[in-house]
């Protein structure tokens, strides 16, 4: 099992910028991926971004040049430093880890708002 916390969100202006993270906790040596997962109101959840343990990382093209993941191997935690915010950003930011078997875990989600 794995446990993942995420931290609070919260309100930004267009243009600003928040980081999330993340804080594994539980099997976390079975931990292949983590990510960031976003869902809007009436929308789908869909990816944001996700690392690999060897640190690839993969951006929605919604995201590229404006939102960087990264992680800390050794606070087991995921950040997700959001620049440059649009108010389309406005969602539930959840996380999300994938262990090597294929199982799925996330977390509660945090909501971001942006909006003036």
């Known amino acids: 099992q794995v446990q993942l916390v995420e931290s609070v969100g919260g309100l930004v202006q267009p243009g600003g910028s928040l980081m999330v993270s993340c804080a594994a906790s539980?099997?976390?040596?079975?931990?292949?991926?983590m990510g960031w997962y976003r869902q809007a109101p009436g929308k789908e959840r869909e990816p944001v971004a996700t690392i690999r343990s060897g640190g690839n990382t993969n951006y929605a093209d919604s995201v590229k040049g404006r939102f960087t993941i990264s992680r800390d191997n050794v606070k087991n935690t995921v950040y997700l430093q959001m620049n440059s915010l649009k108010p389309e950003d406005t969602a539930v930011y959840y996380c999300?880890?994938?262990?090597?078997?294929?199982?799925?875990?996330w977390g509660k989600g945090t909501l971001v708002t942006v909006s003036s």
């Open positions: 999300h880890s994938r262990n090597w078997d294929g199982i799925d875990y």
């Open positions: 539980g099997n976390i040596f079975s931990i292949s991926i």
